[in-house]
């Protein structure tokens, strides 16, 4: 079994600001890998979970990082959606800054839906390419891109294909173990009068639902407005404009920087109350969903389905301790028929499965809110027979958690 992390100091220490994190964890405990899909149940790849909250300056993140060797998938067809619909005006908000720009590079596996609009606005463009040699059955990914944003690399690919207008870094700096050092390598890339896109997913709505699904081992960092304007002022940038992009579960923060070698002191902001309500409530409500849960799987654990296996449906599962309690795990993506989801006992299934089993009486969505309408009218026999549809999602209307405390 693989545990090896690859920052072990005694000390944590701030990922944006530097300074010493003394602060009490929330501790999800020693789970299962979330990519580690197998062909036979067998968990072999476990992290320790633990998130903290800088004192500092308010950064929550992991306090402890995986490895890369330890994250990179085993299996080939391990990928994440990001959001695309605010891209057409992020593109026009760019251009609106430098009119004048005709090279873009994006730095990441998330960037062409961008890079298109912008080529197609008369911009040259190009992609970073990963170039990472991987082991044997193993398929680097985003543990991998985030690894390259290093001075070596950049710098020497600076060196033969020269520098950029805007340089496009969506949805990777938060999986960073060193977002500070890969901000700062990223300028080799940047032409002088050159634009950073930096986009992360915003951290507030899940902290004040309490939804502890959006943790994950392979989010070093959760940031919000605030602490993504640190990022860019700790890297020697200043934010030109920082724009949100609305979400029903996470907005979208992009920060658009210009280097600037004048970046004043970090401000001290204290400790939030925010987390601390966050850190606190998650004992309380995992013995809650427990209960609730088992109550739902029935004495011989076979009344309870989730919907949707993706990297937050198997952490609500094993963050909470209700993977053994789930009889049917569902996904109608051809790629998952067959593989045992990390932590879970049985195999994902296609929705016609679920639609033939008489058992089930509770059916778990964890799919995103804009696609949970097809899915509901995809299972309209099993609400005409009575089956309970409830979201894992903390900060919808029907979420499972919503009459819990």
Not at 190 to 219: M, T
Not at 257 to 277: C, I, K
Not at 372 to 390: H, I, Q, S
Not at 396 to 404: M, S
Request: net charge negative; aromatic share 8%.
């Amino acid at each position: 079994m693989s545990n090896a992390r690859s920052d072990q100091n005694h000390e944590t220490c701030c990922r944006v600001c530097g300074h010493p994190i003394g602060s009490s964890p929330l501790s999800l405990g020693h789970l299962p890998v979330c990519n580690d899909f197998s062909d036979d149940g067998v968990v072999d790849r476990r992290v320790d979970l633990d998130i903290v909250e800088c004192e500092f300056c308010q950064l929550v993140q992991l306090r402890s990082t995986a490895s890369t060797d330890l994250l990179m998938p085993r299996v080939a067809w391990i990928r994440y959606r990001e959001p695309e619909g605010h891209l057409d005006a992020l593109a026009a908000s760019l251009l609106s800054l430098r009119p004048e720009a005709q090279r873009a590079i994006g730095t990441g596996p998330f960037e062409l839906p961008l890079l298109s609009r912008l080529g197609g606005r008369g911009l040259e463009t190009r992609t970073l390419p990963l170039g990472v040699d991987a082991p044997a059955g193993r398929h680097p990914y985003l543990e991998s891109w985030q690894a390259i944003l290093n001075d070596e690399r950049l710098s020497a690919d600076s060196a033969e294909h020269g520098t950029f207008d805007i340089v496009s870094c969506r949805y990777i700096v938060e999986h960073s173990p060193t977002p500070v050092a890969a901000l700062r390598a990223l300028k080799h890339l940047l032409s002088p009068e050159g634009l950073l896109l930096v986009e992360v997913p915003d951290s507030s709505k899940f902290l004040a639902a309490r939804d502890y699904c959006f943790l994950w081992e392979e989010h070093s960092c959760y940031f919000v407005e605030e602490t993504l304007r640190l990022l860019a002022q700790a890297s020697g940038y200043r934010v030109l404009t920082l724009l949100r992009y609305p979400g029903a579960l996470e907005d979208a923060l992009v920060a658009v920087l210009t280097p600037s070698p004048d970046a004043p002191p970090l401000p001290m902001r204290g400790a939030s109350e925010l987390f601390r309500s966050y850190r606190q409530g998650f004992l309380d409500q995992r013995g809650q969903l427990q209960s609730l849960l088992r109550t739902a799987a029935g004495p011989n654990k076979d009344g309870l389905a989730l919907f949707g296996i993706g990297h937050h449906a198997i952490m609500f599962a094993n963050a909470f301790g209700v993977a053994d309690m789930i009889a049917l795990a569902v996904d109608d993506d051809p790629d998952k028929a067959g593989f045992f989801p990390p932590g879970f006992s049985v195999p994902v299934v296609g929705s016609e499965r679920l639609l033939a089993d008489q058992r089930i009486g509770t059916c778990l969505f964890a799919v995103a809110p804009h696609i949970e309408g097809r899915v509901r009218d995809k299972l309209a026999p099993l609400a005409e027979r009575g089956v309970v549809f409830r979201s894992v999602y903390a900060s919808l209307n029907n979420a499972i958690t919503g009459g819990l405390g």
